[in-house]
């Protein structure tokens, strides 16, 4: 049996890429991804399920070796990867289960119109495909290919993008109007001492970023709010709640995709809407984000683009659209998205 010496961070850094199957389309940032997926499914594999803090636990090391971030502390490094679970398991990757709990989703290939490849979708980590990992480009936590591998072609079942992304077929408007009057609430009695945040867009200065539109406190509002609160193990749970004098009277259960686009409308409601910036980049264009989109946007958008997450900027989102531009940008106009053209060329 032989044993590699490493003298280097680079050289295991380089030797672990290489376990995981990564070529150089994943940039560092983006391993983080690809180390969550195997993570969970080695854990997954036994129980069909693995609890969130050992996840974070068995892939803290490897992630803190591969994004080049030696010196940056613990707390930050599994806020990444606590933030990277979420964008799995809108890309439909991971699954996220009650009790802290993730488990990987069914793989299959998803078709992309216009003959423009084919998304690898679901938690099988890249170095188990039987396929040259070459023919894998990765985009944040997306996995494209040019063509459907003979390899996986008669194993993998096939989606068409439509009934993958389950696209909205009601207005942002007409959408939220249905959330709030079809949702039954309860009478709320308290069970926890976790306490709850609101979203209050109107009360905020206009085009702050999301994370400043949440207040602590409901002031003496009466009325239907959106509400969170952060559980044990770092998730978020999202709630109706009615409202008296600011006072919570009834509550019910809101899931996190559908609370995320109904902020969108609340932006939209308060005339305080997110914004996106247009940059020139050479000869491509990228719109820049820092605000998460809805799953079905997320995943059309993996359709007509390539997603970039900076290195040094992980809160980012950049995408280019190489196909149906127009198309993407009408969707971001429908949440009600502000689209910002570019001011000065970028090299």
């Known amino acids: 049996m032989g044993l590699d010496v490493l003298h280097a961070p680079e050289q295991a850094a380089l030797a672990v890429r290489r376990a995981l199957g990564l070529n150089a389309s994943c940039t560092p940032s983006q391993s983080r991804f690809e180390v969550l997926r195997a993570t969970v499914w080695s854990m997954a594999a036994p129980a069909r399920k693995a609890h969130v803090n050992r996840v974070l636990g068995a892939a803290l090391p490897t992630w803190q070796l591969l994004s080049g971030r030696g010196t940056a502390s613990e707390e930050a490094l599994r806020s990444d990867l606590r933030e990277a679970l979420s964008t799995l398991e809108d890309a439909g990757d991971l699954l996220q289960l009650s009790g802290g709990y993730w488990a990987p989703a069914t793989a299959r290939f998803v078709e992309l119109p216009d003959a423009a490849g084919y998304l690898l979708v679901g938690g099988a980590p890249s170095s188990l495909l039987p396929v040259d990992r070459e023919a894998v480009q990765y985009h944040g936590p997306h996995r494209h290919f040019a063509t459907l591998p003979a390899e996986l072609a008669a194993a993998l079942p096939l989606e068409d993008l439509v009934s993958w992304a389950r696209l909205p077929n009601l207005s942002l408007q007409d959408w939220a109007r249905h959330v709030f009057s079809s949702l039954e609430r309860q009478d709320y009695s308290p069970t926890s001492t976790d306490a709850f945040e609101f979203y209050l867009p109107e009360g905020s200065r206009p085009g702050a970023p999301r994370f400043k539109r949440w207040s602590e406190s409901a002031g003496d509002t009466s009325g239907t709010l959106l509400a969170r609160r952060t559980r044990l193990y770092g998730s978020r749970e999202y ?55 809805p799953r079905a946007e997320q995943r059309a ?31 971001l106009r429908s949440l009600g998205i502000v689209l910002e053209p570019a001011r000065e060329d970028h090299p």
């Open 239 to 293: 709630r109706l709640v009615d409202v008296r004098a600011g006072r919570i009277v009834g509550v019910c259960d809101l899931q996190g995709d559908d609370a995320l686009r109904l902020m969108y409308a609340l932006d939209l409601a308060a005339k305080n809407p997110i914004r996106a910036r247009q940059r020139r980049v050479g000869q491509q264009t990228e719109w820049l984000f820092t605000t998460a989109l």
């Open 301 to 331: 958008f993996a359709a007509f683009g390539t997603l970039t997450i900076p290195d040094d900027r992980p809160f980012e989102r950049r995408w280019t659209f190489i196909r149906n531009e127009e198309l993407a940008l009408g969707m």
